[in-house]
């Protein structure tokens, strides 16, 4: 079966610094892969997708980045993370649709906290 | 208009209930609709796909309207458990996938 990891589970850091965010998927071979960001009390917003190796589309303006350097693992970055950067920010994979579908599924989430 | 409206709530029910979710959405051209559901602190899980036939799983039961836009969540005899936020979510064209902002349900014994 699939599973999705992602790491750290909670990071605090000050506003300026970098950030890396990693999320690896297992059990399945070239998944649709995806970032998104959910503020506190608010909806999901996607950040990134990707649908291969080295291929990023980005949905949103912002000091953030992707990267998609293996099949299987997808990393979000900052050069320099502002307070608005705080929230939960998910991971998720899906794969080629059976019919018409796009389930997507998610990782357990980072939670970060800028200050 | 946002694109996917849901009502936030929350709902409180007892036990046993049947409760309703409506999420309405505003791009007609939208191809694919699911329910997530999402626990405090928690990542989303996916609840169930929307066909435009409706479909059952358990007591859960979802319907699409795609003359009026909307889609609808029925949870029959409620469960503790069920306490959690029901994401509308709304794929269109291409990769865009849009989540509405949740409504929350607490279940009370």
């Known amino acids: 079966s699939q599973t999705i990891h992602q790491w750290p589970a909670t990071l605090v850091q000050p506003v300026g610094s970098p950030l890396s965010l990693e999320c690896t998927v297992e059990?399945?071979?070239?998944?649709?892969l995806y970032w998104y960001r959910q503020a506190a009390g608010r909806g999901l917003q996607l950040l990134f997708y990707?649908?291969?190796?080295?291929?990023i589309s980005s949905e949103v303006p912002q000091n953030l980045s992707a990267s998609r350097p293996q099949d299987r693992q997808f990393i979000l970055s900052s050069k320099k993370l502002l307070l608005s950067d705080s929230g939960f920010y998910l991971c998720a994979w899906s794969v080629l649709p059976s019919g018409s579908s796009y389930e997507q599924y998610f990782g357990p989430g980072t939670r970060l906290t800028v200050t | 208009r946002k694109e996917v409206e849901q009502d936030p709530g929350p709902f409180n029910v007892p036990e046993g209930a049947t409760v309703a979710f409506n999420c309405t959405y505003s791009n007609s051209a939208s191809q694919s609709f699911f329910w997530y559901r999402q626990d405090c602190r928690k990542e989303p899980k996916l609840l169930m796909s929307v066909y435009s036939s409706g479909n059952e799983d358990g007591r859960f039961t979802a319907q699409l309207n795609r003359a009026s836009q909307y889609i609808s969540l029925l949870i029959r005899d409620s469960k503790l458990s069920d306490s959690a936020t029901y994401l509308c979510v709304v794929k269109g064209g291409g990769f865009k996938t849009i989540f509405g902002a949740g409504t929350r349900l607490f279940v009370k014994a």
């Open positions: 059990g399945t071979s070239n998944p649709n």
């Open positions: 990707s649908v291969g190796i080295g291929q």
